[in-house]
């Protein structure tokens, strides 16, 4: 399959799930915004759900 | 701490997979990072989404044949984003429902966030059921809504639930426990919970 992509997301999913902290986030799943996204049976108009963070919120390191 | 975002696309990503033969759907997930920026294409993007939902099982078999003929056809060459896209649309219309899950958009080189954006909109006009999960800085949050007016967007805070989970794994992992009394375990929660809260 590689000559589809050079890039191997299972691969990084295994290693971001391996280092994920369970309990961290997890109040995401019960919202209604996720909700709403995820059994909706609308047409296109409830494609997207996007998450928004700062740097410092988001993605950094905190040590 | 790899705060909130990395970790809630995991945990999104995580949370469809597991039921996903339970509600027929298919999952595609991808996270992507400034260190892989080069390979981030959006060709090389739509190929490993598509790489994923071919390999698992429950591809039809005339999708699966259109697919074995289009790859002889490419012989050796590399598939353009046209071919992709094309197979992409066809392996996602022969499936009842499709996620894809892109975590740090803002991690892709600015010029091909439009492009992708766009693939992904083409992907959905032409199989309306599909759902997108898009984790990215604020910045892009106007690009998102260019393509997809209607987006939902839900800010990512400093959540003190997560925050205070966190310190307290750490502190149950120190490796100095004897030098920890529940009185400093206490204070450096309230400490930190107050630091955070400042900011």
Request: aromatic share 8%; proline share 5%; with cysteine.
């Amino acid at each position: 399959m590689r000559w589809l992509s050079p890039l191997e997301p299972n691969d990084r999913h295994q290693g971001v799930r391996t280092e994920r902290f369970d309990g961290v986030g997890n109040w995401l799943l019960e919202t209604s915004e996720f909700w709403g996204w995820r059994y909706s049976e609308g047409g296109d108009d409830k494609a997207v759900l996007f998450c928004s963070g700062n740097p410092g919120v988001g993605k950094t390191y905190l040590r | 701490m790899p705060l909130t975002a990395r970790n809630i696309s995991s945990l999104v990503i995580d949370s469809l997979c597991d039921r996903a033969e339970e509600d027929n759907i298919a999952v595609a997930g991808l996270y992507c990072d400034f260190l892989s920026q080069q390979e981030q294409t959006t060709t090389n993007i739509i190929g490993a989404l598509l790489k994923q939902l071919v390999s698992r099982g429950g591809i039809l078999d005339h999708v699966r044949e259109a697919f074995q003929k289009a790859k002889k056809e490419f012989g050796g060459r590399a598939p353009r984003l046209a071919d992709l896209m094309g197979m992409l649309k066809i392996v996602i219309a022969s499936l009842p429902q499709v996620f894809i899950c892109l975590d740090a958009l803002d991690e892709c080189l600015p010029k091909y966030v439009p492009e992708l954006l766009e693939s992904l909109r083409d992907i959905v006009q032409e199989s309306p059921r599909t759902r997108i999960f898009l984790t990215g800085r604020p910045h892009v949050r106007e690009d998102v809504q260019r393509y997809f007016s209607a987006a939902v967007v839900i800010p990512i805070c400093p959540n003190p639930d997560d925050i205070r989970n966190y310190v307290e794994m750490r502190l149950d992992r120190d490796s100095e426990p004897e030098a920890m009394s529940n009185d400093l375990r206490v204070d450096i929660v309230r400490v930190i919970l107050e630091k955070i809260s400042n900011v």
